[in-house]
């Protein structure tokens, strides 16, 4: 029995896997781990009361994750088509000695079949369940100060919504214009970064405005699909033309 006459719970608190991880992610948050299991990444089990309850796999598993994105930078779309293959037995090659047995096949650092597969997708591009945070996450999670945020919002780069929430694309954001920072790049050199996403949202929204005008709900989800597609191609496409740029600069 606990000091309040409650029954133990089976299974660790999502507090007492933030202090397990903590020590190795000093960045993570209750808001990280909760994001990460809206995404499908871990799925702890619950109590009758709701109480989340994660098993020592799951903290391997978000171990797993976080390392993925901090160490190798891989989108979660590619860590979790990595941990669906472990869980189907059919792993990448790579034995990391603290990931779980069911893990050990991956390894975040395992060549992906080529530069392609590491280009985003349409799927990228879907509507998941909306993730609200306030100013006080976003801070807490990007890991930067209300100075900076002040100049990412007059630039343009991080936008709230009208209630004046902010989604989790603006921590990755934010954290991405930190990162820039430490090589003297200021929120005001990369205003050219905003108006070129501008452009091209500006010109996929021409594409697909006659379409959203119809009332056919059928009308309207073929052209979801195909700006989310446009969007997927568009955005690789920059990236391209951003390599084969940079391989003129570098004479690579």
């Not at 202090?19 to 799925?43: C, H, N, Y």
């Not at 797993?64 to 990448?92: T, W």
């Not at 990391?96 to 096949?105: F, I, N, Q």
């Not at 936008?159 to 929430?165: E, L, W």
Request: glycine share 8%; aromatic share 6%; proline share 6%.
């Amino acid at each position: 029995m606990t000091a309040a006459g409650r029954p133990q719970r089976d299974g660790l608190s999502i507090g007492a896997v933030l202090a397990q991880l903590r020590g190795d992610f000093p960045d993570v948050t209750i808001s990280k781990i909760r994001f990460l299991e809206s995404e499908g990444l871990v799925q702890p089990g619950r109590t009758p009361s709701g109480y989340r309850q994660f098993a020592s796999a799951d903290v391997e598993r978000l171990r797993f994750v976080l390392s993925a994105q901090r160490d190798h930078y891989l989108p979660l779309k590619v860590i979790k088509e990595q941990l669906d293959a472990a869980d189907r037995g059919d792993g990448y090659p790579g034995s990391p000695s603290r990931l779980p047995r069911k893990l050990v096949a991956l390894d975040p650092s395992a060549t992906i079949e080529g530069d392609r597969a590491a280009m985003p997708s349409a799927a990228d591009f879907a509507s998941g369940r909306e993730i609200r945070l306030t100013q006080e996450e976003l801070l807490e999670q990007a890991g930067v100060d209300l100075a900076t945020l002040t100049e990412l919002r007059q630039y343009g780069l991080v936008r709230p919504g009208a209630a004046g929430f902010y989604d989790p694309d603006s921590v990755l954001v934010a954290r991405t214009v930190r990162a820039m920072t430490e090589f003297g790049i200021e929120p005001r050199h990369l205003r050219a970064f905003r108006a070129s996403a501008d452009r091209e949202v500006g010109l996929l929204e021409q594409i697909v405005a006659p379409v959203y005008r119809h009332r056919d709900e059928d009308a309207k989800a073929r052209a979801d699909e195909v700006v989310r597609e446009l969007a997927a191609l568009s955005v690789t496409l920059h990236t391209l033309l951003v390599k084969a740029g940079i391989r003129g600069v570098t004479g690579g």
